[in-house]
């Protein structure tokens, strides 16, 4: 007897829709021009082209390509193994090493977590300044206003941190630490201060001006470790006076793991400036100057004022940044402090698209390039400067995000640009 034809049934027929409609959604949103997606897309294309780069610097997987012809596995063999060690001591440098963290929970005890979690906490700990640093910046681009000062804000709010940190011996940790915070973020604001005023009342270029500050700032940073009541002169070379226990930012896991409050400090400055860009008023002014300076003065806004205010303010969170340096890690002032902090600043701002999320991201993957290049010198035989290449490589992609949708056909969203940052207008104007 012939059956009749197999019938679906509705139940499985809309669970197997249902299924396809999920997974096209999902190869939409991978193959859509989010920026998340062009984050990762970027991410992964600066690491293809670093993968070269290492391949043909070490010696071993370099010599091995004269094998190709003959002993071609050979030749895979060896490159994949450099890059896998590589790679391997970067991440185990970066978040530690999967074998200690297996030792830390079948033997547990603070010791062992301790082990397991300092590579992480140095990360975080290389992190946090470039984090607060790249929002402060982020908060002037986005208004417009094209500060590459970030070196002398860094220094003033350090300078002015320290002098709170070495003084006031009988102060409390607690309003002791605070009152060092308050103190760098005025100390950003002071510097900030010049080159907005100059811009604001004589239309000089504030690209210009805080070039020249930097140099400035690192010069009178010399001059008070040298030769004032900051100098500890104890040694031959210029140092700052050590910072008070009462005003250093408390570690939030024991003396063993180096992981302070500047964690927390970061979290609060990264809400407060997704709040207050995306949430409040001046934050409405600034993008709004930012995007549309005519449209900003039909508006009604006062923009000189608001200049002003966006320089102030940017300038107060970068200055929070060495603060938290200062009281954190450093705990002294030296004539390299903040080291190039400054200049990573501005690209990790740039790399994060000026938004506070992306900063974040920009900011821990510097930490993790920072932190993870010593491991990977030390066991797999890389040079520590080849990071910095990997991270000139990796923002090159990022700068370039209409390049990176081409590469993987990425699909424009609608009312979106591709087209990289303009942070440019302070040039001429």
Not at 27 to 43: D, N
Not at 214 to 238: A, C, E, R
Request: a positive charge.
């Amino acid at each position: 007897m012939a059956s009749g034809p197999v019938v679906e049934t509705p139940t499985l027929a809309a669970g197997q829709t249902g299924l396809r409609r999920r997974v096209s959604a999902a190869f939409t949103t991978i193959r859509s021009a989010r920026p998340a997606v062009v984050f990762l897309f970027s991410l992964l294309s600066g690491i293809i082209v670093s993968a070269f780069v290492i391949v043909f610097s070490v010696p071993a997987s370099r010599s091995a390509w004269g094998g190709l012809f003959s002993h071609p596995a050979k030749t895979f063999s060896a490159n994949a193994d450099t890059l896998a060690s590589a790679y391997g001591a970067l991440l185990t440098g970066a978040f530690g090493s999967p074998g200690l963290f297996s030792t830390a929970i079948t033997h547990a005890s603070v010791a062992n977590w301790a082990a397991a979690i300092k590579p992480f906490g140095s990360t975080l700990t290389a992190a946090v300044p470039l984090a607060i640093a790249g929002l402060g910046l982020s908060i002037a681009y986005r208004s417009g206003v094209f500060s590459i000062g970030a070196q002398s804000q860094l220094i003033c709010g350090a300078v002015l941190a320290s002098w709170v940190g070495f003084s006031l011996p009988t102060l409390p940790m607690v309003p002791h630490v605070a009152l060092g915070l308050v103190a760098a973020l005025i100390g950003g604001a002071l510097a900030a201060l010049v080159p907005a005023i100059l811009k604001a009342r004589t239309g000089a270029s504030e690209v210009i001006v805080t070039i020249m500050l930097n140099y400035i700032m690192g010069g009178v940073l010399i001059y008070l470790i040298s030769d004032t009541f900051f100098s500890q002169q104890v040694n031959t070379s210029p140092e700052g006076r050590l910072t008070l226990p009462s005003a250093m930012l408390p570690l939030l896991f024991g003396n063993n793991i180096p992981i302070d409050a500047g964690v927390i400090v970061a979290a609060v400055v990264l809400l407060g400036g997704w709040l207050l860009l995306g949430r409040s008023r001046l934050g409405f002014e600034f993008e709004l100057q930012g995007t549309s300076p005519g449209a900003s003065r039909i508006a009604g806004v006062r923009q000189k004022r608001t200049f002003v205010m966006a320089f102030l303010v940017s300038g107060a969170v970068v200055g929070l940044g060495g603060g938290v340096e200062i009281l954190g890690s450093v705990h002294q002032l030296q004539s390299t402090f903040g080291g190039d902090i400054g200049v990573l600043a501005i690209t990790v701002a740039f790399v994060g698209r000026n938004r506070p999320l992306g900063i974040m991201l920009a900011a821990l993957l510097y930490g993790v390039l920072q932190t993870g290049g010593l491991q990977m010198q030390g066991q797999a035989g890389v040079s520590y400067q080849l990071s910095n290449v990997i991270e000139a490589v990796i923002v090159l992609f990022m700068t370039a995000p209409a390049l990176v949708a081409e590469i993987y056909r990425l699909r424009p969203l609608a009312n979106s640009s591709l087209r990289s940052l303009n942070m440019s207008r302070g040039w001429g104007r």
